[in-house]
């Protein structure tokens, strides 16, 4: 393989909370092959989505753009196909792209730059999720509810378990198949787990790494649905909280399916670095840990996403390459946006290409050297899909979050002094001014109105759409993942002694024919 151009290996998981991560502080939850990465890693401390709901994360973090500026309103947002996103540049670049497990794209578009997908996506593709900011009260089916929480605990399988095991199976796969290459060609390999994501269910042997009675309680224990914030009690509404009591047995059985299911994604890690171990890639790939956001978890009583609070938008960002990069801990705050300048410029050999399109993300190479870096220091966040009635907004700069909405007052929050998020300092005296310039900057970074206006023209088009298609004869945008038999294994037409050297890893040497057998009589 190439020693001037690293591969990248990214792994994403699925709804996890950094708070929940040993290497973040958590005192209970194992993770060694993720730790071991993460102590010769460089650590984001302070690393958040840019919007606390699986696509619109997804689509910002591809193309390094806010999800406003791509229509990335909710998780049936349609991701344009014009709009580039890092597989893309890397293509562009030189790379082989590839892709497996969860990227929850949507629209008939199912690849956007990866050259190849391994495997179908769990969600579906079409716009069936579209919310409706007009009739808020109605509840879909699809929404969250207190199932995942009432029926935590053991199984056998689940669909998730199904889902990732074929992940981990085909991404297994594909990086011995990268190995035996005759090309030097390098790689950019995603591999997007969906666990820890609820429902909250693992196996036995997951569930039996922790003991049942030391699983920790939130920090903050519920707060009754009238003493909530405006946007958590929609929350409550729309995960449908109320409809069972959250019982301590309850929220401890869901917390502890949780890590065992956060044990259950370490493992499959340690499964793909020992794979590129055995082949020899591991020395010249750089390995990228991340999650499309957190999980609420029960602190406050919610559960889920789709709030600012740390627990849900709040997630890791670990990069591997102690060759590299000297292992640190960063505080700064960046987010998900940041990632596509900063892997196409370690792809450029530290050199910053000429982005066809305004990015809103920065690169964290100079971060990763353990430099100073010039850029923006703030992380803008925007929710936009369902739990939202109109768009929540926030700004996250230095030791303070500012989040804002215009149905609700706003909030402002000294994360230094007050981790858990309890104290809102938007109405102190003292912050009036800190306040306000949150406020002005806030009006300056977004037309709200206009941006109120494109969400609704957009669930309104979309809705339409969705009836329309599944009327008559319906065709579906899900990938359908190929597989060409006729190139597999032995066939006639493929030279055998040829394709079982080609096959191995590593592949044998052909000796010279050295004449006949001599026989000792």
Request: aromatic share 10%; charged share 25%.
């Amino acid at each position: 393989m190439s020693t001037e151009r690293p591969n990248i290996l990214c792994v994403m998981a699925d709804q996890l909370t950094a708070p929940a991560l040993p290497f973040y502080g958590h005192p209970i939850v194992k993770t060694p092959h993720l730790s071991a990465l993460a102590e010769k890693g460089v650590i984001f401390e302070n690393a958040y989505c840019n919007s606390p709901l699986c696509a619109p994360s997804r689509f910002s973090m591809l193309t390094g753009k806010l999800p406003s500026r791509i229509g990335a309103y909710d998780n049936a947002a349609h991701f344009p196909a014009d709009i580039p996103t890092f597989a893309h540049y890397l293509r562009d670049l030189g790379y082989h792209t590839c892709l497996a497990g969860k990227m929850h794209f949507v629209g008939p578009d199912q690849l956007h730059g990866f050259e190849e997908r391994l495997t179908t996506d769990i969600y579906p593709s079409d716009f069936g999720w579209t919310p409706d900011w007009e009739n808020f009260a109605e509840r879909p089916t699809w929404y969250h509810d207190m199932m995942s929480v009432v029926q935590a605990g053991l199984c056998e399988t689940s669909n998730q378990l199904d889902f990732d095991e074929e992940v981990a199976f085909h991404s297994q796969r594909k990086i011995y198949d990268l190995s035996r290459r005759d090309n030097e060609q390098p790689f950019f390999m995603t591999v997007s787990f969906t666990h820890p994501h609820d429902p909250f269910a693992i196996t036995r042997n997951f569930w039996n790494r922790y003991d049942h009675k030391n699983i920790d309680m939130p920090a903050v224990p519920p707060i009754t649905c009238d003493q909530l914030d405006p946007h958590s009690r929609r929350l409550f509404h729309v995960c449908a909280l109320g409809e069972y009591a959250q019982t301590e047995e309850r929220v401890r059985n869901a917390r502890h399916a949780y890590y065992g299911m956060i044990s259950y994604l370490d493992e499959k890690v340690g499964l793909l670095l020992q794979a590129l171990e055995n082949t020899g890639l591991r020395d010249n790939t750089i390995i990228l840990f991340i999650s499309d956001h957190g999980e609420m978890l029960g602190e406050r009583g919610l559960w889920y996403k789709m709030s600012f609070f740390e627990w849900s938008a709040r997630v890791p960002i670990v990069f591997h390459a102690p060759a590299r990069f000297a292992p640190r801990r960063v505080s700064r705050p960046v987010s998900l946006v940041d990632l596509l300048p900063t892997i196409i410029e370690i792809a450029s050999n530290g050199k910053s290409p000429n982005y066809v399109d305004t990015l809103d993300g920065h690169s964290l190479l100079p971060l990763l050297e353990g430099k100073d870096a010039e850029n923006s220091d703030t992380v803008y966040g925007e929710l936009l899909g369902e739990g939202a009635v109109a768009p929540l907004l926030m700004i996250r700069r230095e030791r303070y979050k500012y989040i804002y909405s215009e149905p609700d007052p706003e909030q402002l929050f000294d994360l230094e002094n007050d981790p858990n998020e309890l104290n809102n300092l938007a109405g102190r005296r003292e912050f009036q001014e800190l306040r306000r310039d949150f406020h002005t900057e806030l009006l300056q970074h977004w037309d709200k109105g206009a941006l109120h206006k494109q969400v609704l023209d957009s669930q309104h088009r979309r809705r339409l759409v969705y009836r329309a298609l599944r009327s008559g004869r319906h065709t579906p945008w899900d990938f359908q993942p190929y597989q060409d038999a006729s190139q597999k294994y032995m066939r006639n037409h493929l030279d055998l002694g040829a394709l079982e050297r080609t096959a191995r890893y590593p592949s044998p040497e052909v000796p010279p024919p050295d004449g006949p057998a001599v026989l000792n009589k």
